[in-house]
């Protein structure tokens, strides 16, 4: 599936709301209040970096595309949300797939990316989201942010 339009990508967003997520042991949390979480947190650390707040958006949109394990989501998330929001959005997504630890290959590859530091903080994010407490407002709040960044990709490729 290729999400073409905001409209398709806040239907989607909006289904996730019930679907259990796999917490990494602290409370249960649906996907779509741990996407807004974990949207939020990078908000608030990285205001400017927009891409990366809408990566942390739509990580977990994978689950509801298709199932598998987590590495297959991560990728069907990623292959979905390219054509809408650009390269390094897909590409931020695609990175979470690694949930257990790297063969030394992986982690040479990993640490070469030029996207690593970001992907580690989006990792962070998506942890912390997990914990209760957290006002993370609601989907409506981020229909501006994923205009511009689907705006601002739909002129790069056009330049291209």
């Known amino acids: 599936?290729?999400?073409?339009?905001?409209?398709?990508l806040m239907d989607l967003l909006h289904a996730c709301r019930g679907a259990p997520n796999a917490?990494?042991?602290?409370?249960p949390v649906d996907v779509h209040e741990h996407a807004l979480r974990r949207a939020a947190l990078l908000r608030r650390s990285h205001p400017a970096d927009k891409e990366l707040q809408v990566a942390g958006?739509?990580?977990?949109?994978?689950?509801?595309l298709g199932r598998?394990?987590?590495?297959?989501?991560a990728?069907?998330?990623a292959d979905a949300v390219r054509p809408l929001l650009g390269e390094r959005v897909s590409r931020l997504v695609r990175l979470q797939r690694?949930?257990?630890?790297?063969?030394?290959?992986?982690?040479?590859?990993?640490?070469s990316d030029p996207l690593a530091g970001d992907a580690v903080t989006l990792r962070q994010a998506d942890?912390?989201?997990e914990l209760a407490g957290l006002d993370a407002g609601v989907l409506e709040d981020?229909?501006?942010v994923l205009e511009l960044v689907a705006v601002r990709h739909a002129r790069l490729e056009t330049v291209d």
Do not use: C, N
Not at 1 to 8: A, D, G, I, N, T
Not at 98 to 111: D, K, M, Q, S
């Open 127 to 129: 942890e912390e989201a």
């Open 23 to 27: 917490p990494g042991g602290g409370p």
């Open 57 to 64: 958006l739509v990580q977990g949109i994978g689950r509801l």
């Open 68 to 73: 598998g394990d987590r590495a297959r989501h």
């Open 75 to 77: 990728d069907l998330a």
């Open 142 to 144: 981020w229909r501006t």
């Open 98 to 111: 690694h949930a257990g630890p790297l063969t030394p290959a992986e982690a040479a590859a990993f640490e």
């Open 1 to 8: 599936m290729e999400l073409r339009s905001v409209e398709e």
